[in-house]
């Protein structure tokens, strides 16, 4: 049995509904997955699984996710090993300490290309600071999110399959495994 890290891409769903950390747990249990946690209200869940190929279960989850849910929403998953090397390999470790919100890690399904690190290299501003470490985005957001051109290129289409997890919520997901 392995545990995993699953990651909703967004949690919004037709007729301004949201996915509530319930139903999203009933799911993975109805999938098979066992010691199923939701975290937050955000799409984070950590869970145990038989197998161990992420892409399979995300292969089986997201068609399973559109019938229960009305609406297709791109998961990803990492082995909590994997996820333990993501916090390891945390290139921001003076801002996280003193500004943790502000730093974020966008988790990829595959590595981001050359393209999708220069376009966000590039929208960086000044107050913004971007490292790709293991082919996954890493930003410190000086200046905050919320009005970051930055963020605004972080879409699937732009750059590829992944969701973007503030440290909080990235330690948060670390201490549950």
């Known amino acids: 049995m392995t545990r995993f890290v699953g990651l909703l891409y967004s949690i919004s769903l037709p007729e301004g509904k949201r996915v509530l ?3 999203l747990r009933e799911l993975l249990e109805t999938l098979g997955h066992g010691d199923v946690k939701t975290l937050l209200a955000t799409g984070n869940v950590v869970f145990t699984a038989k197998g161990n190929n992420p892409r399979a279960i995300e292969k089986a ?3 399973a ?3 229960a849910f009305g609406r297709h929403i791109d998961f990803i998953v990492r082995e909590g090993a ?6 390891a390999a945390n290139p921001f470790p003076e801002q ?3 500004d943790g919100s502000h730093v974020a890690v966008r988790v990829m399904r595959e590595p981001a290309t050359t393209e999708a690190q220069k376009l966000i290299e590039d929208r960086a501003t000044a107050a ?3 490292r790709v470490v293991d082919g996954d985005p890493w930003m410190y957001f000086g200046e905050g999110i919320g009005r970051s051109k930055l963020a605004g290129v972080l879409t699937p289409k732009r750059t590829g399959i992944g969701t973007t997890r503030n440290w909080n919520t990235v330690k948060k997901i670390a201490a549950a495994l």
Do not use: D
């Open 65 to 67: 996710f559109a019938e």
């Open 21 to 23: 950390n319930a139903p």
């Open 61 to 63: 989850f997201e068609p």
């Open 96 to 98: 996280s300490k003193s």
């Open 82 to 87: 994997r996820w333990e090397k993501l916090v």
């Open 128 to 130: 913004e600071i971007v």
